[in-house]
T-cell receptor, first 115, second 111 residues
Framework: NAGVMQNPRHLVRRRGQEARLRCSPM?????VYWYRQLPEEGLKFMVY????????ESGMPKERFSAEFPKEGPSILRIQQVVRGDSAAYFC?????????????FGNGTRLTVT | GQSLEQPSEVTAVEGAIVQINCTYQ??????LSWYQQHDGGAPTFLSY????GLEETGRFSSFLSRSDSYGYLLLQELQMKDSASYFC????????????FGKGTRLSVIA
């Protein structure tokens, strides 16, 4: 049973370009979460999605950032016009439906570097 | 909102026991979780306390006291591979809230 798959593992973008990060949840999981982690810091919640719905985006910057989890295909975190401050590790996690205290299963993350 | 406090760094000797504390401020929540993250790796789930008391899983134990807003992770018979960051996390009862993490404790195990 494959775990949470994220790609790319590393992504380098120049300032002003767009970054697209992909996440395929574990089989049977319909809840997807995106977290951002800066070096030596904890995991900061960004957005929580279920299929075709954004449940909570309170941690996501209002501008340049967007996320989706379509009916078919992976969840996408999109960062437009990237700036150096966007450099971080972005982790996706998934959990099964219906159980609010289920542990999260994390992917290996995408390390975004903005030059 | 929720906030969690943990020590930023802990160093312990191989074979010893170490306790990583977590204090939190939150309204009703489901329970206290612990995650481990090695450098460059993904966070992985370690344990979960829904109720007060001690939960034991092999060399790792976790404790929760809701009345004291406090929990800890206890690692016994430390091994070099236990060197990692450890995060406590809670999820509030209110609505569809996400798991909120502390800033993590970096454990260094030395020979």
């Amino acid at each position: 049973n494959a775990g949470v798959m994220q790609n790319p593992r590393h992504l380098v973008r120049r300032r002003g370009q767009e970054a697209r990060l992909r996440c395929s949840p574990m089989k049977g999981h319909s809840h997807v979460y995106w977290y951002r982690q800066l070096p030596e810091e904890g995991l900061k919640f960004m957005v929580y999605l279920q299929k075709e719905n954004i449940i909570d985006e309170s941690g996501m910057p209002k501008e340049r950032f967007s996320a989706e989890f379509p009916k078919e295909g992976p969840s996408i975190l999109r960062i437009q016009q990237v700036v150096r401050g966007d450099s971080a590790a972005y982790f996706c996690a998934s959990s099964p439906p219906g159980r609010s205290n289920s542990p999260l299963h994390f992917g290996n993350g995408t390390r975004l570097t903005v030059t | 909102g929720q906030s969690l406090e943990q020590p930023s760094e802990v160093t312990a000797v191989e074979g010893a026991i170490v306790q990583i504390n977590c204090t939190y401020q939150t309204s009703g929540f489901y329970g206290l979780s612990w995650y481990q993250q090695h450098d460059g790796g993904a966070p992985t789930f370690l344990s979960y306390n829904a109720l007060d008391g001690l939960e034991e899983t092999g060399r790792f134990s976790s404790f929760l006291s809701r009345s004291d807003s406090y929990g800890y992770l206890l690692l016994q018979e430390l091994q070099m591979k236990d060197s990692a960051s450890y995060f406590c996390a809670v999820r509030s009862y209110s609505g569809n809230t996400p798991l909120v993490f502390g800033k993590g404790t970096r454990l260094s195990v030395i020979a």
